[in-house]
RNA sequence: UCCCCGGUAGCUCAGCUGGUAGAGCAAGCGGCUGUUAACCGCUGGGUCGCAGGUUCGAGUCCUGCCCGGGGAGCCA
């Protein structure tokens, strides 16, 4: 394979033959000679192609280019006398492969990201576009890597799936059933047992239990695939297909958590820092001023821990008015979260123990009876990221808190089946991709951190 | 789902207390001896989201609907 345009940017030998092909960005004419910014995605910076009149074609070809034109140029590379680039790529050649028309959306100034969301087949080839998707593929890539060194088994989860995580959230149906001519029992409702699966279906809300079975056999096994929520929640934070980050580990508690927490974001902002330094640049000048900053510090501070307990004392004890009022047994809300982040502490936060109310049937009991072993990392800016807890492993404590949730142990015949074979402590968490893209791009809406968003309404592409 | 804000040229927007629609960029044409989202000149381009209403007259005021954005809730 020819080089990408990046690797002739980087290093590319000036006196070399050099060969390129990729989109148009734009076209400066003189009289004299023409320059070509030529990118191809590999990076932010194109190289740029310098035409003279003597070229074959000059006249047909190179005065007609515009932005988006895909060209193929050979030529050499030359020292550049301008400013703004080590080299340039002096054509001897240039052909035209695939023009564009007169309606070509795409300017080479900016445009506005609700704008390009209508036309998301064209939009990876904007900057901004291009460079979150480059970092989304870093970060794909070090969450992988954190996992492969420290032991973990990435275990495939089902996308359709006959459990309910419970309070996931609503969910999508997958049936083959046509819609209105689904066959009925004798009590009037959907004969469910005569559909694909012989039972009821649904896209995973989560591959948490899924993962538990994977650590109780391989010790330590994450998910990291599609999950989907039927929720009509219409936000910049949330989609109704995402990818989500599941690690599950055997012979961990909490504060075990807490640690692969932080050592696992750690790691992963960590390596978009250094790989994907010059897009990190353009977030941080073009998009959210200070973005850089806010990642190193996530990166070098240590992280706080406080109990929730502790954390409601704090918000009481805060200097000014919340929207929410905070007492012992409510949840947290974001201006809480961001209070404790932002203001309390100053640096990513890791808040434990909440109350048993407010949170999910499977995590471990505390000791004192109302608290259970969960945990939320709150960083600056965005507030929670990630949200965990050591489950319960007591099958007894387990029946307890799902018949207090209304939950029918019958459905979850295998989930507590494995409390009553070679149960042990274990311990996981989830975390949102697209949050962590959003974070360290600082890219307001996650509509445009993944490709092709898929929210209430809009499904296109 | 709730609360706010918005919808004017291909894009980004301006258009005051109602008087018959404008800029920059893009497109087309021409110019310019090396440019950096180049620059300069000319040209074409609009059922002002949709439907009603008020008025001599509505982009502008009123009502309803549709679509989008921001915030909230839910959460990841």
């Given amino acids: 394979m020819r080089p990408l ?44 192609v310098v035409a003279n009149p003597e ?8 005065r007609k280019l515009g932005t988006g034109c895909a060209i193929e140029v050979q030529g050499a590379l030359t020292e550049s006398p301008g400013k703004g680039q080590r080299v340039e790529l002096a054509a001897t050649s240039i052909d035209l492969i695939g023009g564009v028309e007169d309606d070509y959306p795409l300017q080479k100034k900016r445009h ?4 390009l969301r209508t036309i998301a087949h064209l939009r990876p080839r904007t900057n901004t576009l291009a460079a979150v998707f480059r970092v989304r593929n870093e970060a794909a890539a070090a969450i992988h890597e954190f996992f492969r060194e420290n032991g973990f088994v990435w275990l495939h989860a089902p996308i359709i799936t ?22 009925k029992t004798e009590a009037g409702e959907t004969d469910w047992s005569q559909d694909f699966f012989g039972r009821e279906t649904h896209l995973t809300v989560s591959g948490q239990l899924e993962a538990e079975i994977g650590a109780l ?3 330590r096994v994450y998910t990291f695939g599609p999950t989907f929520r039927a929720e009509n929640s219409n936000t910049a934070r949330h989609l109704a297909e995402f990818w989500m980050v599941e690690p599950e580990l055997a012979f961990c508690d909490l504060d075990g958590l807490a640690e692969l927490c932080e050592s696992f974001l750690k790691h992963v902002l960590g390596r ?16 959210d001023k200070g973005v850089r900053a806010r990642i190193e510090h996530v990166v070098s501070s240590p992280f706080e821990r406080m109990t929730y307990t502790e954390a409601i004392s704090r918000l009481e004890q805060a200097d000014r008015d919340f929207e929410f009022p905070v007492s012992w047994g409510v949840d947290l809300q974001s201006e809480h979260e961001r209070h404790l982040t932002e203001e309390v502490v100053g640096r990513p936060l890791v808040v434990t123990d909440y109350p048993e109310s407010i949170k999910a049937f499977y995590m471990y009991r505390n000791d004192d009876g109302k608290t259970v072993r969960a945990l939320d990392v709150l960083v600056p800016r965005i507030g929670e990221i990630v949200g965990g807890s050591q489950r319960e492993h007591r099958e007894g404590v387990l029946r307890e808190r799902m018949a207090a949730s209304d939950l029918d ?32 791009t600082g890219m307001a809406n996650i509509r445009d951190v993944i490709p092709f968003p898929r929210v209430p309404g809009s499904a296109e592409f």
């Fill in 5 to 48: 345009i990046r690797e002739l940017v980087a290093s590319g030998v000036v006196g070399e033959a050099a060969e390129a092909q990729g989109w148009v960005r734009s076209v400066r004419h003189s009289k004299g000679v023409s320059f070509i910014d030529l990118v191809d995605g590999s990076s932010m910076a194109g190289i740029q």
């Fill in 55 to 62: 070229l074959p074609g000059y006249e047909e070809v190179v």
């Fill in 112 to 115: 506005g990201f609700e704008f």
């Fill in 162 to 183: 006959s459990s309910d995580a419970e309070g996931a959230g609503e969910m999508f149906r997958v049936s083959t059933f046509e819609p209105g001519s689904a066959p």
């Fill in 217 to 219: 056999s391989m010790s």
């Fill in 272 to 287: 978009i820092l250094e790989r994907c330094s010059e897009d990190m640049d353009f977030f941080d000048q073009r998009i």
């Fill in 409 to 440: 142990p019958e459905r979850y015949w295998w989930y507590l089946d494995l409390r009553r074979h070679g149960s042990v402590p274990h311990a996981g968490f989830g975390l949102g991709f697209e949050r962590v893209v959003q974070f360290v």
